[in-house]
Structures are given as structure tokens and as C-alpha cells.
């Protein structure tokens, strides 16, 4: 069946069928969070792991000495995200060098190559100039980052959460020019082929044991920037026609979900050595965001104005989770525990603060550069959103 034929399927109709009847029931279909305290996921790397990186990139450290400093860094990094009360730990990507070309460049089909232009963020900063190309068949056929996952949860005794890019990663940054005509010569066989394959990603996983798995979603955030739109259109993309096919490319990829799995979904505007790329609230995909794709946990960056108010969470319905992202990674100054307290109970005149959780706005290190503030700073973040989530709910 094709992308667009699978959106007007009875598949979709029942999940939307399901879907309704779940806001009927309200608290009695309330995904329960493991923790009311989060982070999104990636952390700073420490400095003995720059270190082993750059031998290994340098031809001095072997791949198994470097698998050996990312296996006991990832362990304190673990150790202390236990020790400050956090319920729901991630391995800090401390494997990866992007939060999503690691992963994507190991689809079937799909090759980094060097690019002419690299993205631009505000602030002068530059992605290193290299993006994803489709150049075969997309599948995912071997268990790609399934050993990261594995091992931690093998050194952890809280909730160990997996983060992924959402498969509109594999889209946005270099659009129709970066998928090989000659393989997919109709993008709808790309969407469907790429949807089929997260499903198997979410299989394995699945199989693995991850019970909490978080899809970094940037690109619908993305879109809520008229800016963005100029630019796409630009470069020969349909804003409107991404805003439809995201959605659905989504729903195909969690349409195999599997049971027991809590779907998160990060959304953020760009977070590169402390500077960002879009900017606009989350009004015009609020309603599909919040009642079309089928997820549990939205984690919502909310760190500056860039982001809006709080006003489209009334479409949050019941049975869902929103994890406010109310403390910066962007920069070192501590919040104010009153401040982030006051913000919280704005956020809960429009969505019932029983539906809420804290956390960062993003990750530290979306990639191994990082962000322009110390570990210390960051580890001290991480302790107040801790601190503020166990004033709020009696519990971290």
C-alpha cells in the first residue's frame, strides 16, 4: 500500500477511533510517567572523551580502546544522573557525534556526503558541512545502535530511555535533491519506505527492552517559522505539503508500535553550541501535533519567547504528557526555583498539572561540541530540575 493511500486506510481511521475514545475516558488511559523529572537527552562530553575521539580520529586510538573510554564514561555519566534523583537516564549519546546522522547513516540507502553549504544557525555558528544523501533502498536491516541501547540498560537501575531522530531528519536538511531520482523517482515510495523502516527500529528496540523510547522531532517546530517557509520554498519544497507528509511519515513509522512502549517527542528549535535556527510557537501543528500523531510524551522546548506562550497546549488532551522545557541548555545561569514554579502553573491553566512533567528545553550536546556552559553548570541544572519537580508533584 502507498504512503498516501495508507493515510486514508482503516489503519489510521481506528487509531483515530482509539484515539477519541481515550479522551472519553480521560485519567483512566493517563500515560504514566516513570518520573516527573527529565532530561532530553544528550550530555556534555567530558573531557576524557573529546580526548579519545579526536586519538581515534587521528589513528593513534583503536575502535575498541575508544568503545572502552565511552563504556566508563557512559557509566559515571550514569552514576551521576542516578545520584542527583533522576528516574529516567539516557547514555548521554556519548557514542555519537550528531544527535541524528549517526543513526541515520546507518539505514540501508543511505550515505554521508559532503555538502556545498552547511547549516547556518543564528549567532555565525555552522554545522560541519557534510548531511545525509538516500542513495539506495531504505530499510533497516542490521541492529544499528541497538548496543548502545543495551548497554544502558545493562548499568542502570532506573528507566533507561532511548533517543532517536524522527525519520523527518531524513527529509528536511537536504529535501528532494538528496534522495537519488533513479531509486525513488515519487517521493511517496520514499515516505512509505522510510516509514516501514522505522518500524523495524522500533521493533528491535522493543525486543531489546526499551520500554521509553523519545523521537527527536526538530522539523515541525521548524515549521511553525514563516522563515522556514521562505527558505523552503526557496530551495523548490511545499511547506504546506511537509506539513501534511510529516504527520503522516510519523504516524506510518509508530503505526507497528509495540506494546509496552511509552513514545516520547522531543521538539526544539535548533540547538547547536548555544545558538538556534528557527523560531515561532507551536500553534499552527498544535492541533495535529497533540491529536494526530500517535505519541505519549511531548517534551516541549519553552526556554525563551522564541517558543510562544502556552496557550496550544489546550489541545493536549487527556491521557497525554507534556514535559515542560523550562531550563536552558544554552547558557550556564542557574533558574530561579520560584520563577520555573510560577511557569509551571501558567503552563497548567491550559493543560491540568497532574499532564505535566519538567525538563530542559534540549539536550547539552546535540552534538559532541556542546554547548557553550560547563559540566558543572549542567549537572547543577539537572539538580534543580530535580529539586523543582519534587516541590511541585511530591515526587522527582
Known amino acids: 500500500m502507498s504512503f498516501l493511500l495508507w493515510v486514508a486506510s482503516g ?7 482509539r484515539h477519541r475514545k481515550a479522551i472519553g475516558k480521560g485519567r483512566e488511559t493517563m500515560v504514566q510517567l516513570p518520573s516527573r523529572a527529565h532530561h532530553v537527552g544528550s550530555l556534555l562530553r567530558p573531557e576524557a572523551l573529546k580526548a579519545a575521539r579526536a586519538q581515534h580520529a587521528a589513528g593513534t586510538l583503536s575502535a575498541e580502546q575508544l568503545r572502552e573510554v565511552e563504556d566508563r564514561c557512559i557509566e559515571e555519566a550514569i552514576r551521576r544522573q542516578e545520584a542527583i534523583g533522576l528516574r529516567v537516564v539516557t547514555d548521554g549519546e556519548y557514542r555519537r557525534a550528531f544527535w541524528h546522522y549517526d543513526f541515520l547513516a546507518g539505514l540501508d540507502g543511505v550515505e554521508m556526503v559532503p555538502v556545498e553549504t552547511p547549516v547556518q544557525f543564528r549567532g555565525g555558528q555552522q554545522l560541519r558541512p557534510v548531511a545525509p544523501a538516500v542513495t539506495g533502498k531504505l530499510d533497516y536491516t542490521r541492529p ?24 523527518t531528519a531524513l527529509h528536511y536538511r537536504g529535501g528532494r535533491k538528496a534522495i537519488s531520482t533513479a531509486v525513488y523517482p515519487d517521493l511517496e515510495a520514499f515516505f512509505d519506505d522510510l516509514g516501514r523502516a522505522y518500524q523495524k527500529v ?6 531489546a527492552g526499551c520500554t521509553f523510547l523519545q523521537l527527536d522531532e526538530v522539523y515541525l517546530a521548524y515549521l511553525c517559522d514563516p522563515q522556514q517557509h521562505e527558505e523552503l520554498r526557496r530551495r523548490g519544497e ?32 535548533g540547538n547547536f553550541r548555544s545558538s538556534w535556527i528557527a523560531q515561532g510557537g507551536y ?9 494526530t500523531l500517535n505519541v505519549d510524551v511531548y517534551f516541549l522546548e519553552y526556554d525563551t519567547e522564541r517558543a510562544g506562550g502556552f496557550e496550544p497546549l489546550r489541545f493536549v488532551p487527556p491521557g497525554k504528557a507534556v514535559v515542560l522545557g523550562l531550563v536552558t541548555t544554552k ?6 526555583k520560584d520563577f520555573l514554579k510560577r511557569r509551571i502553573e501558567a503552563a497548567a491553566r491550559y493543560v491540568p498539572l497532574e ?15 556542546g554547548n557553550l ?24
Open 11 to 17: 489503519r489510521l481511521f481506528q487509531y483515530n477511533l
Open 144 to 167: 544499528h545502535m541497538v548496543d548502545h541501547f543495551t548497554f544502558l540498560r545493562d548499568h542502570t537501575r532506573q528507566t533507561p530511555k532511548q533517543t532517536l531522530p524522527s525519520p
Open 202 to 207: 522500533l521493533a528491535a528496540f522493543a525486543q
Open 238 to 269: 511545499d511547506p504546506q505539503y511537509l506539513l501534511q507528509a510529516y504527520p503522516r511519515l510519523i504516524n506510518l513509522a509508530l503505526a507497528e508500535r509495540p506494546a509496552g512502549m511509552t513514545l516520547g517527542m522531543h521538539l526544539c528549535r
Open 283 to 291: 500553534e499552527p501543528i498544535a492541533e495535529v501535533l497533540f491529536n
Open 331 to 336: 547558557t550556564g545561569e542557574l533558574e530561579d
Open 355 to 369: 499532564q505535566l512533567a519538567l525538563s530542559p528545553q534540549c539536550g547539552f550536546a546535540s552534538t559532541e561540541e
Open 373 to 396: 556552559l560547563s559540566e558543572a553548570e549542567q549537572w547543577a541544572k539537572l539538580e534543580r530540575v530535580v529539586e523543582v519537580a519534587q516541590d511541585v508533584w511530591g515526587t522527582p
